[in-house]
Every structure is written in C-alpha cells, then in structure tokens.
C-alpha cells in the first residue's frame, strides 16, 4: 500500500494520546479497496465523534494522492493526536443495514461472505 509522506510521518509518531485517528480501508476483496473510513475517537472506549468516507470505484483508493491528503487535512482539522490503521483490507466496501439488511451477507461482496473481516480468514 502506497502511503503519501505526510500519511506515513502521521502513523509514524505512535501514540500520543487523544483525540485518536482511526483510519480503515474496505473494499470488495482483499486486493483492492474502494472505500477508507476515518474516524474520530476523542477518548479511551468511546464510539467515534466523526467519521469520513471516501470512495473510489475506478482505482484502488490506497492509491489516491488526493483522497489522503483529504484524510491528513481532516486527521489535522479534527486535531487527532494519535493515528492508527488497519495494515490491510478489512471488509466489504458496502455497510450492513444500509446497503444491504442487517443480520445478512452483503450481496455484492461474496469475497468476504465466508470470511472472518478482520483476519481475512475462512470461516463459513
């Protein structure tokens, strides 16, 4: 995954404390992703105080210049003290409950369908 510099000094620092930057990528696959959520988590086990998506169905997100440095600008705007990422893809682009019902399997992902989102691994 190809991270632009002001990206990586960002996740480089380690923590430093709250606000914490959380920044996920998802995509139909574990190849490609489409989709990078940001969020904000302003204290220690509280649900984020903001979030950010950005999609890109044309080319693989990770890839976009412009998509992260709107995600430094918001990292920044938000005034996060920490960042943190997930080192891979780690789920289906679509969201439960809102492209598709919860309690099922997105339709349009049969990729992760059988498997477990966050180790990537088989589970049927």
Known sequence: MKKSNKLKKLLNKGFRGYPVATIAYYGPDDQSASK????????????PSKMKRWFNETKD?????????????????CEAKSVVMADRIIGCPHEEGVDYPEGTKCPKCPFWAIRDRLTGEIIQ
């Open 36 to 47: 990078v959520a940001v969020g904000i988590i302003p204290y220690e086990n509280a649900k």
């Open 61 to 77: 997100i990770r890839k976009d210049r412009i998509v992260h440095n709107e995600i430094v600008n918001f990292i920044k705007a």
